[in-house]
């Protein structure tokens, strides 16, 4: 029940907030009372999917072009404006963002991360480190010891972490030498 502005308990502020996911449209809403109280966030979802809207036909709605600050009248779906190595049609279709190349900001681009099968709105999920045999984000004095190991067995097929130097599919010399290089500078 709303009360009279002025009197105690009546609402100062309302923020109302729409969101979508999945093409699901999502309102969120909070109210501030004349005494700084603060409700949590309520989430209400449409009762029924919105239809998407596309204008320029480039696949992308019409909502999400002019969130992220694109003409919904021109085709821009081929663009890269963050220069992370993915369309917006790419990020669109992700639920990246489109202006900022790094998204779960890991310090990784989403490209590089969606190239190497990671996923870019996760920060613990991101492409491997050249030389990280034991997948512990670092190239270190074990993954020297493992890749010495692994060249003394005349080079075991590449199963750790996809840290392939030279693209021969292979753990071997050009591997032990990048992670022996990499440990030795101060």
């Given at each position: ?35 700084g109280n603060q409700s ?118 590449l199963e750790f ?26």
């Open positions: 029940m709303l009360r009279p502005a002025g009197e105690p308990g009546s609402v100062q502020e309302a923020e109302v907030a729409i969101f979508e996911d999945n093409k699901d449209h999502y309102f969120a809403i909070q109210v501030t009372d004349t005494s949590p966030p309520t989430f209400l979802k449409t009762p029924t999917r919105c239809g998407m809207t596309d204008d320029d036909g480039d696949g992308m709605d019409d909502l999400w072009e002019v969130r992220h600050n694109f003409d919904p009248n021109t085709d821009d779906s081929q663009a890269d404006p963050d220069r992370d190595g993915l369309t917006n049609m790419a990020e669109y279709r992700l639920g990246t963002q489109p202006r900022s190349s790094d998204t779960d900001d890991d310090g990784h681009p989403d490209g590089e991360e969606v190239r190497h099968g990671r996923d870019p709105l996760n920060p613990n999920s991101h492409p491997p480190l050249p030389g990280d045999l034991d997948c512990d984000s670092d190239a270190d004095l074990a993954d020297a010891i493992i890749a010495l190991q692994i060249l003394g067995s005349d080079g075991a097929p972490c996809l840290s392939d130097i030279d693209g021969d599919g292979r753990v071997g010399l050009a591997e032990t030498i990048h992670i022996l290089r990499g440990i030795s500078r101060p």
